[in-house]
């Protein structure tokens, strides 16, 4: 495995200590930067999950994103998408690191533009069919589909993308140790081999509702700050006003 360097190690361990205590890591981040805030959390042997062992947590965590292929993409990367700064202004809170499988890069991948198109698992022919529609039109004018990997429009989009063959990238609610949902690990082994997985949390973060709903309403901040979200009936949950709804989704 590669030896990482202290800089890199430090934004390993803040993106694993963000999970427990991000109010903390982002005080500590804005006040002393990246690796003197590692250094005072490995020094915190008060917290459980603070302490001389989250070096080691880090370094495990940089070693599982290696050996799937990942690596971990930080603020002060030149390859680090502006865009998500917006989330500050929406006291939405830009991740502290970005963890990334794949060939493709945010920023030269948003050159042009991306766009995100999220929508409804339950989806609807009818939605379905718009949605490759609409995904294929924009994706021949080099546009970048940016989605969720979920099922239904989400995984219409990315294939659309793919379809016409420009790469796309997937925003996963887990960490990047496993490709999820399983039932899409095909496309998503598809999307990585162009394009992009991404996800904020560290390998072996395991998807629950809470990281669903963190994924969803972040996503469209990702694409360059431009919104275009199909949503089912219920709590709208992407942060933005511009929205484009790709057809009415069924009941479960």
Same mark, same amino acid.
């Not at 989806?123 to 994706?139: F, H, I, N, Q, W």
């Not at 997937?170 to 496309?187: D, E, S, Y």
């Not at 998503?188 to 162009?194: C, H």
């Not at 072996?204 to 009936?233: D, H, Y």
């Given at each position: 495995?590669? !030896?990482?360097?202290?800089? @890199?190690?430090?934004?390993?361990?803040?993106?694993? *200590? =963000? &999970?427990?205590?991000? +109010? $903390?890591?982002?005080?500590?981040?804005?006040?002393?930067?990246?690796?003197?805030?590692?250094?005072?959390?490995?020094?915190?042997?008060?917290?459980?999950?603070?302490?001389?062992?989250?070096?080691?947590?880090?370094?495990?965590?940089?070693?599982?994103?290696?050996? !799937?292929?990942?690596?971990? @993409?930080?603020?002060?990367?030149?390859?680090?998408? *502006? =865009? &998500?700064?917006?989330? +500050? $202004?929406?006291?939405?809170?830009?991740?502290?690191?970005?963890?990334?499988?794949?060939?493709?890069?945010?920023?030269?991948?948003?050159?042009?533009?991306?766009?995100?198109?999220?929508?409804?698992?339950?989806?609807?022919?009818?939605?379905?069919?718009?949605?490759?529609?609409?995904?294929?039109? @924009?994706?021949?004018?080099?546009?970048?589909?940016?989605?969720?990997?979920?099922?239904?429009?989400?995984?219409?989009?990315?294939?659309?993308?793919?379809?016409?063959?420009?790469?796309?990238?997937?925003?996963?609610?887990?960490?990047?140790?496993?490709?999820?949902?399983?039932?899409?690990?095909?496309?998503?082994?598809?999307?990585?081999?162009?394009?992009?997985?991404?996800?904020?949390?560290?390998?072996?973060?395991?998807?629950?509702?809470?990281?669903?709903?963190?994924?969803?309403?972040?996503?469209?901040?990702?694409?360059?700050?431009?919104?275009?979200?199909?949503?089912?009936?219920?709590?709208?949950?992407?942060?933005?006003?511009?929205?484009?709804?790709?057809?009415?989704?069924?009941?479960?």
């Amino acid at each position: 495995m590669t !030896v990482p360097d202290d800089h @890199l190690l430090a934004w390993a361990l803040l993106s694993r *200590a =963000a &999970l427990t205590a991000p +109010d $903390t890591v982002r005080a500590l981040l804005a006040a002393h930067g990246p690796v003197d805030a590692a250094e005072r959390i490995a020094m915190d042997e008060m917290r459980s999950q603070f302490g001389p062992q989250a070096r080691v947590t880090a370094q495990h965590d940089l070693e599982r994103a290696e050996r !799937v292929g990942g690596r971990l @993409l930080t603020r002060d990367d030149p390859g680090w998408p *502006a =865009a &998500l700064n917006d989330l +500050d $202004t929406i006291e939405a809170h830009t991740p502290i690191a970005l963890w990334t499988r794949g060939p493709g890069q945010l920023n030269p991948l948003a050159d042009r533009t991306e766009i995100a198109v999220v929508g409804a698992r339950a989806s609807t022919t009818y939605g379905e069919k718009v949605t490759r529609y609409v995904g294929m039109d @924009l994706a021949a004018q080099g546009w970048t589909i940016l989605s969720g990997g979920a099922f239904g429009i989400d995984a219409t989009a990315h294939a659309a993308a793919l379809e016409a063959g420009r790469p796309t990238v997937a925003v996963l609610p887990c960490g990047l140790h496993r490709l999820f949902p399983q039932g899409n690990a095909g496309l998503l082994a598809d999307i990585e081999k162009t394009g992009l997985l991404v996800s904020e949390y560290p390998p072996g973060v395991e998807p629950n509702r809470n990281l669903f709903l963190i994924r969803t309403s972040r996503s469209p901040c990702r694409a360059g700050g431009i919104r275009r979200c199909c949503r089912r009936g219920g709590r709208r949950t992407d942060p933005g006003p511009r929205r484009m709804c790709l057809g009415p989704s069924r009941s479960r």
